[in-house]
């Protein structure tokens, strides 16, 4: 992201929603030097960011748009690490098999030419990144810039740094509505009715999201699938990357413990959730070596917010002043772009270019 320089004194934002979008938005916007104030219901590590593989990536099967806007963040993420150095981002790369070998080759082929750092590897490269895994693939891609964080306290540290930076932060304060005048949002209303003034609010709330705006006249058809992961007992350094394998998705994370799924937007949990983890469970020992002590510590099961084509929904409501939203799926990996753009929108009005896909008008018309 480029810098920019602060806004002075410029009227108050109120951000609804301290998971992983909304903390990146109040930070982009307290770096700006703007007046922001978190609100959340809970406290900063988001509902879906708390439950979230946390896989940092511009991968396979994304239109050419949403892979540059993808790659934008995966740069947003660089620069936001070196800035807030609590976020401890763990650029360890991936390695992935889980596509037909001629769906590797092109993947690696057409990638590589746009600057992201993908190659193939075989067998015996494959054993040497990853040795825990028992049956390396004979070809897969590497992918050097990909990176996973520990999602909630990536969100509690962007909020910290917020702020630092003169936000203030609002935890246990469930937004019951938003305020609105003429059909203008002038703030939020809290359970006990208090208002809270602000020239502009950002709704970043998840799957609560359509809700809250809805009395604005904004329609945001949201899907909110369920994905189960898995998570072990911890374990001493096993993987080097994240392995994306045919059958399973896992990665290690900074405590030790291996997270996975059948997807990285984890296993549908179907009628039996235990069962299913336990399935899960299976997968990943076939996946290792048979000398590692595996023990499944436990699963969870999140609900991704996804509006119904399937990306983004961010910006600016044309026709409603002083309301923005912010809700997707994949929004570990987008989080710094839809920060830095949706806080320069706001306190500038200008429109991002990446963003022109990921409008909400597309639903509202
Ligand atoms: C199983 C699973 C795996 C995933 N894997 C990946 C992945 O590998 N890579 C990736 O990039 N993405 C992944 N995702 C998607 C990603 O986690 C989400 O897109 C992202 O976490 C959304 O963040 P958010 O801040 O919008 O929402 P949330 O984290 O849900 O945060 C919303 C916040 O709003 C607050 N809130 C709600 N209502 C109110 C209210 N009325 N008043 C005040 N506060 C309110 C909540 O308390 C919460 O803190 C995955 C998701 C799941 C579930």
Same mark, same amino acid.
């Given at each position: 992201?480029?810098?920019?320089?602060?806004?002075?004194?410029?009227?108050?934002?109120?951000?609804?929603?301290?998971?992983?979008?909304?903390?990146?938005?109040?930070?982009?916007?307290?770096?700006?030097?703007?007046?922001?104030?978190?609100?959340?219901?809970?406290?900063?590590?988001?509902?879906?960011?708390?439950?979230?593989?946390?896989?940092?990536?511009a991968?396979?099967?994304? &239109?050419?748009?949403?892979?540059?806007?993808?790659?934008?963040?995966m740069?947003?993420?660089?620069?936001?690490?070196?800035?807030?150095?609590?976020?401890?981002?763990?650029?360890?790369g991936?390695?992935?098999?889980?596509?037909?070998?001629?769906?590797?080759?092109?993947?690696a082929?057409?990638r590589s030419?746009t600057g992201y750092a993908v190659r193939?590897?075989?067998?015996?490269?494959?054993?040497?990144?990853?040795?825990?895994?028992?049956?390396?693939?004979?070809?897969?891609v590497h992918a050097r810039g990909e990176?996973?964080?520990?999602?909630?306290?990536?969100?509690?540290?962007?909020?910290?740094?917020?702020?630092?930076?003169?936000?203030?932060?609002?935890?246990?304060?469930?937004?019951?509505? #938003? @305020?609105?005048?003429?059909?203008?949002?002038?703030?939020?209303?809290?359970?006990?009715?208090?208002?809270?003034?602000?020239?502009?609010?950002?709704?970043?709330?998840?799957?609560?999201?359509?809700?809250?705006?809805? &009395?604005?006249?904004?329609?945001?058809? #949201?899907?909110?699938? &369920?994905?189960?992961?898995?998570?072990?007992?911890?374990?001493?350094?096993?993987?080097?990357?994240?392995?994306?394998?045919?059958?399973?998705?896992?990665?290690?994370?900074?405590?030790?413990?291996?997270?996975?799924?059948?997807?990285?937007?984890?296993?549908?949990?179907?009628?039996?959730? !235990?069962?299913?983890?336990?399935?899960?469970?299976?997968?990943?020992?076939?996946?290792?070596?048979?000398?590692?002590?595996?023990?499944?510590?436990?699963?969870?099961?999140?609900?991704?917010?996804?509006?119904?084509?399937?990306?983004?929904?961010?910006?600016?409501?044309?026709?409603?002043?002083?309301? @923005?939203?912010?809700?997707?799926?994949?929004?570990?990996?987008?989080?710094?772009?839809?920060? !830095?753009?949706?806080?320069?929108?706001?306190?500038?009005?200008?429109?991002?270019?990446?963003?022109?896909?990921?409008?909400?008008?597309?639903?509202?018309?």
């Open positions: 992201m480029t810098s920019h320089p602060p806004v002075p004194s410029h009227p108050p934002v109120i951000v609804v929603g301290a998971g992983i979008i909304g903390a990146s938005i109040a930070w982009h916007l307290a770096r700006r030097g703007a007046a922001v104030t978190l609100v959340d219901a809970a406290r900063p590590g988001g509902v879906a960011t708390a439950a979230s593989f946390a896989w940092i990536n991968s396979w099967g994304n &239109p050419e748009p949403y892979v540059r806007l993808r790659m934008a963040a740069a947003g993420w660089r620069g936001l690490d070196a800035e807030v150095p609590a976020l401890n981002v763990a650029w360890t991936g390695l992935l098999w889980d596509l037909p070998e001629e769906d590797l080759r092109t993947f082929a057409e030419a193939l590897v075989d067998g015996a490269e494959a054993h040497r990144l990853e040795p825990a895994i028992a049956v390396p693939p004979t070809l897969a990176a996973a964080v520990e999602p909630a306290a990536a969100a509690e540290a962007l909020a910290a740094a917020a702020v630092q930076r003169g936000a203030t932060v609002r935890t246990d304060t469930p937004v019951a509505a #938003l @305020s609105l005048a003429d059909g203008r949002v002038t703030g939020i209303v809290l359970a006990d009715g208090t208002v809270i003034a602000a020239d502009h609010v950002v709704v970043a709330a998840g799957i609560a999201t359509p809700a809250l705006v809805a &009395p604005a006249g904004v329609t945001l058809p #949201l899907k909110d699938p &369920p994905g189960l992961l898995i998570r072990t007992a911890p374990l001493p350094k096993l993987l080097n990357g994240l392995v994306m394998a045919p059958a399973l998705h896992v990665r290690q994370a900074a405590d030790g413990r291996l997270v996975a799924g059948a997807d990285f937007g984890g296993a549908d949990p179907g009628a039996d959730a !235990a069962a299913t983890a336990d399935r899960v469970f299976a997968d990943l020992r076939s996946l290792l070596a048979a000398d590692v002590p595996l023990t499944l510590e436990g699963f969870n099961v999140g609900r991704r917010p996804t509006p119904a084509d399937g990306f983004p929904a961010v910006g600016r409501i044309a026709g409603v002043e002083g309301l @923005s939203v912010a809700v997707m799926h994949s929004g570990v990996t987008l989080a710094p772009a839809i920060g !830095a753009f949706l806080a320069d929108e706001v306190l500038t009005g200008r429109r991002e270019p990446l963003l022109a896909p990921y409008r909400p008008e597309r639903f509202i018309g």
